[in-house]
T-cell receptor, first 112, second 109 residues
Framework: DADVTQTPRNRITKTGKRIMLECSQTKGHDRMYWYRQDPGLGLQLIYYSFDVKDINKGEISDGYSVSRQAQAKFSLSLESAIPNQTALYFC???????????FGQGTRLTVV | TQLLEQSPQFLSIQEGENLTVYCNSSSVFSSLQWYRQEPGEGPVLLVTVVTGGEVKKLKRLTFQFGDARKDSSLHITAAQPGDTGLYLCADNYGQNFVFGPGTRLSVLP
């Protein structure tokens, strides 16, 4: 089994719908991240969490929210999806020294 | 805000050729990481370099960190189709990881 698991892998949704992307990890890491990847823009940080009670905005948090349900689970929500949120979304974890970022396989989201 | 630039954006070469890709930062790196992302997968760490002037080798891949710790290069010798992917540089400066836009490499058989 993968160390970082994202569900769903692919999702098509309509404009205005609420959608949740889920991430779970077996690495035992405290730090978890949500990134968005668009062609030519690299990975942009949406939100990050350093423990269950800690939530921080990244550079592109508008239109998104997150929940850290447990050390192993970090979910990303789009309250009212819009077409320019169509992208590849990645969850990642790291240890407290940021030694390495471990990524899930990504969720390809299309908003129509 | 730190900005990372990578060049070239795209590179398509024949199997067996050599290539170099570059990463530049607007500020000094805390430590520089190179990741490779294959189609349909998340990025995977290749190497971390910390000291200015440092050179690390990973089989056919050679990573060099600039003396001023603001730039890096990745050289691949005798590229193979399995090297195809998106190469990302990143700075892990303690709180977060900052990623460059990547170089998309295609190695044709």
């Amino acid at each position: 089994d993968a160390d970082v698991t994202q569900t769903p892998r692919n999702r098509i949704t309509k404009t205005g719908k609420r959608i949740m992307l889920e991430c779970s990890q077996t690495k035992g890491h405290d730090r978890m991240y949500w990134y968005r990847q668009d062609p030519g823009l690299g990975l942009q940080l949406i939100y990050y969490s350093f423990d269950v009670k800690d939530i921080n905005k990244g550079e592109i948090s508008d239109g998104y929210s997150v929940s850290r349900q447990a050390q192993a689970k970090f979910s990303l929500s789009l309250e009212s999806a819009i077409p320019n949120q169509t992208a590849l979304y990645f969850c990642a974890t790291s240890d407290n020294m940021n030694t390495e970022a471990f990524f899930g396989q990504g969720t390809r989201l299309t908003v129509v | 805000t730190q900005l990372l630039e990578q060049s070239p954006q795209f590179l398509s070469i024949q199997e067996g050729e050599n290539l170099t890709v570059y990463c530049n930062s607007s500020s000094v790196f805390s430590s520089l990481q190179w990741y490779r992302q294959e189609p349909g997968e998340g990025p995977v760490l290749l190497v971390t370099v910390v000291t200015g002037g440092e050179v690390k080798k990973l089989k056919r891949l050679t990573f060099q960190f600039g003396d001023a710790r603001k730039d890096s290069s990745l050289h691949i010798t005798a590229a193979q189709p399995g090297d195809t992917g998106l190469y990302l540089c990143a700075d892990n400066y303690g709180q977060n990881f900052v990623f460059g836009p990547g170089t998309r490499l295609s190695v044709l058989p």
